[in-house]
């Protein structure tokens, strides 16, 4: 069965410091994986995602994930948070395109102002 | 207009009692998800329906129920609430396009208080 693991519940930095949030996942094969963020009182919203091709993938917001087959990881990335970065981040996968997710448990981002 | 809407956004039931869920979207998708979400937990899909095809977890099989009257619209139905329930849930939708990921757009949510 597959699986995604988030070893952050909380990450606070400061604004205009540098982030990355930790995903690894678990399958057999390369899964779809995916980056969602979660604003308050709102729905998850895409970030970025990856099948194939340039293991950096580039989303919204200047944020950017690095595929590692060797690692099985999908860490998200950005080079200078902004205090409006804070949110919850889930990591997930997909078996194939267009089937269910499978998500981690979120790290929840506070950026200091 | 990307927006899943999901009616109500609070809903309080009573142990025991029925509980209904409903979501819609207006972007013509063919598939629609429900997934429970509970406190430090990851969002767990608890079924979706594929056009008019209805596919429910194993593990909770017979714990909800869903119907699709139209493409727009799906509910999210529990017969018999028990405060396990207790959590929010989320729905979701996509288009299989097979020449593309198939993005998966989410409602707000509902949060749903069993007593």
């Known amino acids: 069965a597959q699986s995604v693991t988030q070893p952050d519940a909380r990450v606070t930095v400061s604004e205009g410091a540098s982030l990355q949030l930790r995903c690894k996942y678990s399958y057999s094969a390369t899964p779809y994986l995916f980056w969602y963020v979660q604003y308050p009182r709102q729905g998850l919203q895409l970030l970025l995602k990856y099948y194939s091709g340039d293991p950096v993938v580039q989303g919204v917001n200047s944020f950017e994930a690095e595929f590692s087959k060797s690692n099985s990881s999908f860490h998200l990335q950005k080079a200078s948070v902004h205090w409006s970065d804070s949110a919850v981040y889930f990591c997930?996968?997909?078996?194939?395109?267009?089937?269910?997710?499978?998500f981690g448990t979120g790290t929840s981002l506070l950026v200091d102002p | 207009d990307t927006t899943v809407k999901q009616n109500p956004r609070y809903k309080l039931a009573r142990v025991g009692k029925p509980v209904n869920l409903i979501c819609s979207q207006t972007?013509?998708?063919?598939?629609m998800y429900w997934y429970q979400k509970k406190p430090n937990q990851a969002p767990k899909l608890l079924l979706f329906?594929?056009?008019?095809?209805?596919?429910r977890e194993a593990d909770t099989f017979e714990k909800f129920q869903s119907s699709r009257p139209n493409n727009s619209f799906c509910s999210l139905y529990i017969g018999s609430a028990g405060l396990e329930y207790s959590a929010m849930y989320l729905c979701?939708?996509?288009?299989?396009?097979?020449?593309?990921?198939?993005?998966?757009?989410f409602g707000p949510g509902t949060r749903l208080t069993v007593l």
């Open positions: 972007m013509n998708h063919d598939t």
């Open positions: 997930a996968l997909s078996m194939t395109m267009g089937y269910k997710l499978t």
């Open positions: 329906y594929y056009d008019k095809i209805l596919n």
């Open positions: 979701a939708s996509s288009l299989r396009d097979w020449g593309n990921y198939a993005e998966q757009f």
